[in-house]
């Protein structure tokens, strides 16, 4: 018989299940749930994008395309890079059509990342960077944001974190889960440093259009930064595209090349379904992504200061759809409040430490929800929170 226990390569036996999958788990086995967990827009897919796709499918258009993508896609991203961030991408050699934006993050570890090097990767942040680094044989250094500093990395943290054997940086900016934004300044004096390097930027920039006062400024905008970035996003947040799985990088033509070999073997083409889909968003989705980011505009200032009067204090996020408060005050650790409020008043939120350790005392709220639905929520959390100081809930 064969011992399944020494097959498996430590590697692989050593990584976590993501912490954020055991709430979605516990969700599951209960009825009539308030979730407030999943990264995920409740607005449908635009009728004039699921056009697209029906009339590619009635015109029989269910064939490969190539490995890259289809030309018009790309040609569709370079313009819409260009025209919206002031990016400036060869359509032909400098961008993949990816499945989903996870598979461009995967890539780009993949053809970068060698054994033993390092990855700087700033925490909280979004779960699947430190495994997929590690599946490369490589090593995530993480790098704790801080409140004080409404969680963005620092010039000085990150030039405290590279060493000779640093290999990428990855800016998820804005951030998921903590809503935190780089402005133009800041990514300058991030820039400044990493210009002192060897190191590769890996931006994901999948919330670039998601946000809040100001315009997103892409890493790769800057020009000693362009030549070394590269950039990932997708068409799951800005368009309500999520089950579509589309994503696509954009980088240097040396650097997408040697991306492109391991897409060829591992996936082959991006669904064709889905591409003819995205180029209908990306020529005529301006009003879409309008529409829908200034009703998360509103949903945002909703939840924030209900979370401030109920007495969860919580930074104004100025990005993407997540509240990051801070539950620390109650005196349960972050997974102990999650459980608690999930038991008690069947309300689901994520833990900040499913985030990284530095997450601790905070918890990942979405507000990809209506804003009856978070309203609801808010009561249920405000009952939740008085009953605990009653000694009600134990």
């Given amino acids: 018989m064969i011992d399944k226990n020494t097959i ?16 979605f788990d516990l969700l599951n086995e209960m009825d009539d749930v308030i979730s407030l967990t999943v ?44 025209r919206r961030f002031s ?5 032909k050699d400098e961008v993949i059509v990816t499945v989903g934006g996870s598979e461009a993050i995967d890539l780009a570890v993949r053809a970068i990342v060698d054994t033993d090097d390092e990855v700087i990767i700033p925490i909280p942040s979004f779960v699947c960077y430190g495994p997929i680094v590690e599946l490369s044989h490589g090593k ?8 004080e500093d409404n969680f963005k990395l620092t010039p000085e943290a990150l030039e405290a974190a590279i060493t000779p054997k640093t290999k990428m940086i990855v800016i998820p900016f804005p951030n998921n889960p903590t809503g935190a934004v780089l402005t133009k300044s800041e990514l300058e004096a991030l820039a400044r440093v990493i210009e002192k390097t060897n190191a590769i930027v890996l931006s994901d920039e999948i919330y670039a259009e998601l946000t809040y ?6 890493i790769a905008s800057i020009p000693s930064m362009k030549d070394r970035t590269i950039l990932v996003s997708g068409f799951s947040k800005a368009y309500a595209m999520t089950g579509w799985r589309l994503g696509y990088l954009a980088g240097p033509t040396e650097l997408v090349s040697q991306m492109l070999k391991i897409h060829q073997y591992a996936i082959m083409c991006a669904p064709t379904t889905s591409q003819f889909a995205a180029i209908e968003a990306m020529k005529n989705g301006d009003s879409d992504i309008a529409e829908m980011s200034a009703e998360y505009n509103r949903r945002r200032k909703f939840l924030v200061s209900g979370l401030n009067k109920i007495g969860l204090d919580c930074f104004e996020p100025e990005g993407a759809f997540y509240a990051f408060p801070n539950v620390g005050k109650s005196g349960l650790s972050s997974e102990e409040f999650a ?11 994520v833990p ?28 249920r959390l405000e009952e939740f929170l008085t009953e605990l100081k009653q000694g009600k809930i134990k």
């Fill in 352 to 379: 900040g430490n499913a985030f990284g350790s530095c997450g601790e005392g905070f918890a990942r709220i979405s507000y990809a929800y209506s804003v009856k639905h978070i309203s609801l929520a808010l009561e």
């Fill in 8 to 23: 498996i390569p430590k590697r692989i036996s050593d990584i976590k299940p993501s912490g954020i999958r055991k709430f």
């Fill in 213 to 218: 006062g100001f315009k997103h400024t892409s």
């Fill in 87 to 91: 990016l400036d991408y060869s359509p």
């Fill in 140 to 147: 995530p250094v993480f790098v704790e944001t801080k409140a």
């Fill in 39 to 82: 990264g995920e827009p409740d607005f449908v897919t635009p009728q004039h994008i699921r056009d697209a796709a029906i009339t590619s499918l009635e015109g029989g258009k269910t064939y490969y395309t190539g490995n890259s993508g289809m030309p018009a896609l790309r040609e569709s991203i370079a313009e819409y890079l260009n």
């Fill in 339 to 349: 459980e608690k409020l999930l038991y008690s008043k069947k309300v689901a939120i």
